[in-house]
């Protein structure tokens, strides 16, 4: 093939996979199989590489994912994404009624539409391109996510008209996509999300977008931000027009003459949204005529010609078979609640959260019993209450032990608290959460050791304590089940890495009651060293801004006995760094493009030294290291620099120069 003639079969590639992708992903109705789409994207993507001259940002195969970014770029929204007002009953939607009559007259039609739970985004064409996708953000400045929202198949690259608009959309997971990502995220011990709203927010958030490109994103479209050189008059006229272009538009919309169709719609969905493939968290409501609504204008907030209905959180009703007991970290005893699974909001539940002993009397909670439970935005449920009437008596009544499920050590309820404890420091499970603690995000953070690993570990004799994780020997590691060489040498070069970890870390992996993880920072940064806070009084304690009595007292006793210092020792021994590494932090800074990014510097920088852009990068949440591996985010590259950056291209690593530093420092 020449070079011509490569250029023609990309055309008719392009061309081709587009309207494949539109049937499939916008009309929900393929005209090819999986198979034969994906071999031609293959085709595309190696024509693509082999002439590069031919690249094109619109080109289909930007759907996989381009190269990673350092940042989202801040973009301003021509005009801003406004929020909505809530109804949450009927009268509230009565009154919404009443207020647009009173301002427009009788003669109002409403559009009524699934309220998609996911993450608003705006989408700009220039001449029917793709140019810019965009968060919400704040209204006014959202982020640009561009690369991210291209892996979106549902989302035209190009119209079917060449116009210049702005539309609005909600991105969002289909609840099956949801729960194979959390099913995956389980299998590799990795925290999962807590609903697909967060899941697809999770995702358009990565500065990657070849892991947007893995989540099976959609979109529905539902509004005209701004449009050149075409006349509109009503919502319904708009959307129309936006499915003509290639859009894809939700179709269970509804007009709606009278407010009380506009009831009828809500009950109606509210009943049937489980059926639904996709969340929804409500009904929006919009006055059709774009004069009416351009009558009724806007509020600080939000447009008089709209309003959000919100769905009560969905209750459903199931058998509790079983109530598991679970020893936490502090030996507190949690009742769970096993249930015979049911499908809540989307998502199957099989366990739901009882707190505690008084929890299951007051609720009067029995084995066997059937319950109503709810889902309000977390992963374990929760019992709202039991329909004791459905009683045949076969239930049984539920008591809880008077000894530790895991050491059968008697508990005890301390003074002041609801919560049975086992207070035995022995206690295996308590062991056992504390280093599933220890080796988690906020804490030590070692990559590869989740709860899995850790429970086979500890299963094997091979950690007690803390300092064990650090002792772990090759050979032993190889021993166990589903260990591999490889597996086991990534795992010891995870561990070792985290030796270096500053302080903070370490402080809130102990697992001192009390200190969280932003105690722990605020700890590290007051007082530099593990020795000086192990020295400290609770005075001195307590004069730190953030630091009351009851963690004071919790951290001076924690410190107190002889294992603690024998503990810190061993860690000390073994090379855990036990002293705060990080420059205070700049005031109120929780996102920045360096946060959690592992950077490199190399060369010779002339504007800064080495230790202030070291300084910089940790004040704005990065992390600087000395070598160049796949875990690199960011490489810094001065004059002469030499193996480091030579290595960073081979590893496909960002690579900026002092000049690019000192911008997005400056910025
Ligand atoms: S219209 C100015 N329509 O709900 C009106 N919003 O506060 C703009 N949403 O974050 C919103 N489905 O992202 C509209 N069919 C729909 C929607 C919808 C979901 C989201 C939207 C916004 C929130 C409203």
Request: proline share 3%; with cysteine.
């Amino acid at each position: 093939m020449d070079k011509a003639e490569a250029g023609k079969r990309i055309e008719v590639l392009r061309q081709q996979l587009e309207e494949y992708g539109y049937h499939y992903y916008v009309l929900d109705k393929p005209i090819v199989s999986d198979a034969e789409y994906d071999k031609q994207m293959q085709e595309l993507i190696s024509l693509e590489a082999e002439y590069p001259e031919f690249i094109s940002d619109d080109s289909p195969s930007v759907r996989v994912g381009g190269e990673p970014l350092p940042f989202f770029e801040k973009v301003e929204h021509r005009t801003p994404m406004l929020s909505l007002g809530n109804a949450f009953s009927e009268q509230d939607l009565r009154d919404f009624d009443r207020r647009v009559r009173q301002a427009v007259g009788d003669e109002v039609a409403y559009t009524c539409e699934l309220k998609i739970d996911g993450l608003a985004v705006s989408l700009l064409y220039e001449e029917g391109k793709l140019v810019r996708g965009a968060t919400r953000g704040d209204g006014t400045i959202g982020e640009d996510i561009t690369a991210n929202l291209k892996t979106i198949p549902a989302i035209p690259l190009r119209l079917k008209e060449d116009v210049t608009l702005e539309v609005r959309g909600e991105a969002f997971m289909p609840k099956r996509s949801f729960d194979q990502l959390n099913l995956a995220k389980e299998q590799a011990g990795e925290e999962k999300f807590a609903n697909p709203r967060n899941a697809a927010a999770g995702s358009l958030r990565q500065l990657d977008p070849k892991i947007a490109a893995k989540r099976n994103l959609s979109i529905f479209v539902y509004a005209i931000g701004s449009i050149e050189g075409k006349e509109i008059h009503s919502h319904y006229e708009g959307i129309n027009y936006l499915r003509t272009l290639g859009f894809k538009i939700n179709e269970e919309s509804k007009h709606c003459e009278s407010i009380d169709e506009v009831i009828g719609y809500t009950t109606e969905w509210l009943e049937k949204r489980g059926e639904l493939s996709y969340d929804i968290d409500g009904i929006v409501i919009k006055v059709d005529s774009l004069s009416q609504q351009k009558e009724l204008g806007f509020t600080a907030k939000s447009p008089r010609w709209a309003i959000a209905y919100k769905f009560p959180a969905e209750e459903v009703v199931t058998i509790l078979e079983d109530i598991e007991l679970s020893v936490g970290r502090t030996g507190v005893i949690t009742p769970t609640a096993l249930l015979k699974p049911v499908q809540v909001a989307g998502t199957t539940v099989k366990r739901a959260s009882l707190h505690n002993e008084d929890f299951i009397r007051e609720k009067d909670v029995k084995l066997g019993d059937s319950v109503v439970i709810k889902k309000a935005g977390d992963i374990i449920p929760e019992v709202v209450n039991v329909l004791t009437e459905l009683r045949d008596g076969s239930e049984r009544e539920f008591t809880m032990p008077t000894h530790c499920p895991a050491c059968e050590s008697e508990l005890v309820r301390l003074e002041g608290e609801v919560a049975l404890r086992c207070i035995n420091p022995q206690c295996p499970a308590q062991i056992r959460e504390g280093l599933i603690h220890f080796v988690s995000r906020n804490a030590m953070n070692i990559d590869g050791l989740g709860e899995k690993v850790i429970s086979q570990l500890f299963e094997h004799q091979l950690v007690r304590n803390v300092a064990d994780i650090y002792k772990l020997e090759r050979e032993a590691l190889l021993k166990l089940e589903r260990m591999g060489e490889k597996s086991v040498d990534n795992l010891l070069e995870a561990i070792e890495k985290t030796k270096q970890n500053s302080l903070e870390r370490l402080l809130f992996g102990l697992g001192i009651r009390f200190v969280g993880a932003k105690a722990a920072k605020t700890l590290a940064i007051e007082f530099g060293t593990i020795e000086r806070i192990q020295q400290a009084t609770e005075e001195e304690l307590i004069a730190v801004n953030e630091i009351g009595e009851k963690m004071a007292s919790s951290i001076v006793r924690y410190f107190s006995t002889p294992e603690v210092s024998e503990l810190l020792e061993e860690l000390k021994q073994l090379g855990v760094n036990l002293t705060y590494k990080g420059a205070a932090p700049i005031a109120g800074v929780t996102e920045s493009l360096f946060l959690d990014k592992t950077v490199v510097l190399t060369g010779k920088l002339h504007q800064l030294t080495r230790d202030e852009a070291k300084e910089k990068i940790e004040a704005l949440g990065g992390k600087v290291t000395g070598s160049v591996s796949k875990k690199t985010d960011l490489v810094i590259a001065g004059e002469d620099a030499g193996s480091k950056l030579k290595k960073a291209e081979q590893l496909n690593i960002l690579v900026w120069d002092e000049e690019q530093l000192l911008e997005v420092l400056h910025s």
